[in-house]
């Protein structure tokens, strides 16, 4: 077991989405992972190394520090000799800076775009969209919708659908696909105006079951017959009537939506 420290002086999410990508290359390994978001002040870094410290004494070997430090004084800091440090402004900003000839402006607050108030409310807005048009509630704000993922229950709807409006601003609307839906090889009549924004989610039988099992375990809803005859009805619609859809089986979120981006050509809005 490798212990792994992320830590940022600001939210750390893209500190560990970076970590992460590294880390998968070596599925021989475990990880035990610790976060220590916003860690903005020598009191807090310092209260970050004892734990990574008294981590060292208890694994006989090296943590790994993963950082994203704005602050050079606090980045220095944390190269202590019982841990193996990684920091990404260090390791990329100073190629950059030589390749544009320019010196880079670390000031806090410009990392997440915060300070653009008007890419701010943008992202807001999308994600407020996609709440209020989550799991087919209503169907009245469809002509708002950038794209309007379709897809049985349990597909992977709602967080492709959150992902798609915190990290690119898409106003998404999702409708699941209920059982009356499934009798038909058509489209359900409130999503035939909207035909030209579909996009929908498939699942292989065995993982679908798998992710029911554990919300309602015992049930036809979750049982592999039903699982089986949902997929196979939804894929018939979709393919009837010419809605693209991909398979969500074993990809992550971050891969569905990338995929969703390039199928639909959808840009990102801030």
Same mark, same amino acid.
């Given at each position: 077991?490798?212990?792994?420290?992320y830590?940022?002086d600001?939210?750390g999410?893209t500190?560990?989405k970076?970590?992460s990508?590294?880390?998968?290359?070596?599925?021989q390994? !475990?990880?035990?992972? %610790?976060?220590?978001?916003?860690?903005?002040?020598p009191t807090k870094?310092?209260?970050a190394?004892?734990?990574?410290?008294?981590r060292?004494?208890?694994?006989?070997?090296k943590p790994i520090?993963i950082?994203s430090?704005?602050n050079? !004084?606090?980045?220095?800091?944390?190269?202590?000799?019982? &841990?193996?440090?990684? %920091?990404?402004?260090?390791?990329?900003?100073?190629?950059?800076?030589?390749?544009?000839?320019?010196?880079? !402006?670390? &000031?806090?607050?410009?990392?997440?775009?915060i300070?653009?108030?008007e890419?701010?409310?943008?992202?807001?807005d999308?994600?407020?969209?996609s709440?209020d048009?989550d %799991? /087919?509630?209503s169907?009245? @704000?469809?002509?708002d919708? %950038?794209?309007?993922?379709?897809?049985?229950s349990?597909?992977?709807?709602?967080p492709?659908?959150i992902?798609l409006?915190v990290n690119? /601003?898409i106003?998404?609307? @999702?409708?699941?696909?209920a059982?009356n839906d499934?009798?038909?090889?058509h489209?359900?009549k409130?999503?035939?105006?909207?035909?030209?924004?579909?996009?929908?989610?498939?699942?292989?039988?065995?993982?679908l079951?798998?992710?029911?099992?554990?919300r309602m375990p015992g049930?036809?809803?979750?049982?592999l017959?039903n699982?089986q005859?949902?997929?196979?009805a939804? !894929?018939?619609?979709?393919?009837?009537?010419?809605?693209?859809?991909? @398979?969500?089986?074993?990809?992550?979120?971050?891969?569905i939506?990338?995929a969703?981006?390039?199928?639909v050509k959808?840009?990102?809005?801030?």
């Amino acid at each position: 077991m490798h212990s792994v420290f992320y830590i940022s002086d600001q939210t750390g999410i893209t500190t560990e989405k970076l970590g992460s990508a590294l880390l998968v290359k070596f599925p021989q390994l !475990e990880f035990h992972k %610790d976060s220590f978001p916003f860690a903005n002040t020598p009191t807090k870094i310092g209260k970050a190394l004892l734990r990574v410290r008294n981590r060292y004494l208890m694994d006989g070997h090296k943590p790994i520090i993963i950082s994203s430090m704005i602050n050079p !004084e606090l980045r220095k800091m944390l190269k202590v000799d019982y &841990a193996i440090h990684l %920091d990404f402004f260090e390791a990329f900003i100073g190629t950059l800076e030589n390749a544009f000839g320019l010196t880079a !402006e670390m &000031a806090e607050g410009k990392v997440h775009s915060i300070g653009n108030e008007e890419k701010y409310n943008h992202r807001i807005d999308a994600i407020h969209y996609s709440l209020d048009n989550d %799991d /087919g509630v209503s169907c009245k @704000n469809y002509d708002d919708a %950038d794209i309007i993922i379709i897809g049985v229950s349990r597909v992977g709807k709602t967080p492709t659908s959150i992902y798609l409006a915190v990290n690119y /601003g898409i106003k998404v609307a @999702n409708y699941p696909l209920a059982e009356n839906d499934l009798l038909s090889s058509h489209l359900p009549k409130s999503l035939v105006p909207y035909h030209h924004k579909l996009f929908g989610l498939s699942i292989e039988p065995e993982r679908l079951q798998k992710l029911r099992t554990n919300r309602m375990p015992g049930t036809k809803y979750a049982s592999l017959e039903n699982c089986q005859m949902e997929i196979a009805a939804a !894929e018939k619609i979709m393919n009837t009537c010419g809605v693209p859809f991909i @398979n969500s089986n074993h990809k992550s979120i971050e891969e569905i939506s990338v995929a969703i981006m390039q199928l639909v050509k959808l840009t990102r809005q801030f």
